[in-house]
């Protein structure tokens, strides 16, 4: 299988081809550093994503907190974490780094708040 990216690692965004050879390795190219070839196999094996989102927040100078996830969640799992995140309303006050949600869908990955938010 060969695919063709675009690098997202650092602001050069390097096009990048990833092909599978037939022993299950990688051979990739294009790329212009280092952690060009982890971050294309990863794409290819096990592709992950941070997710900036938002929760109701009561008591506070906005209706919404700004959230993301602490680290990367598999892909395929993100519209299930945004029902669960969805779902989810706190009262203030809240500090930037806060939990906000623990061990969101038990894959071990908290939702952390990106705002410090006084109560009203």
Do not use: H, W
Not at 89 to 100: F, N
């Amino acid at each position: 299988m060969k695919k063709e990216m675009t690098c997202i690692v650092c602001p050069i965004g390097c096009q990048m081809t990833v092909e599978e050879k037939a022993d299950g390795t990688y051979d990739v190219t294009g790329n212009t550093c280092k952690r060009g070839p982890k971050y294309a196999v990863a794409e290819m094996t096990n592709p992950t994503r941070v997710i900036p989102t938002t929760v109701v927040i009561r008591n506070a100078m906005l209706p919404r907190l700004p959230v993301k996830t602490a680290e990367p969640i598999p892909k395929g799992k993100i519209f299930e974490a945004m029902e669960a995140i969805n779902k989810v309303s706190i009262d203030a006050p809240v500090k930037t780094g806060d939990v906000v949600i623990k061990d969101l869908l038990g894959l071990g990955i908290d939702v952390v708040s990106t705002r410090t938010m006084d109560k009203c």
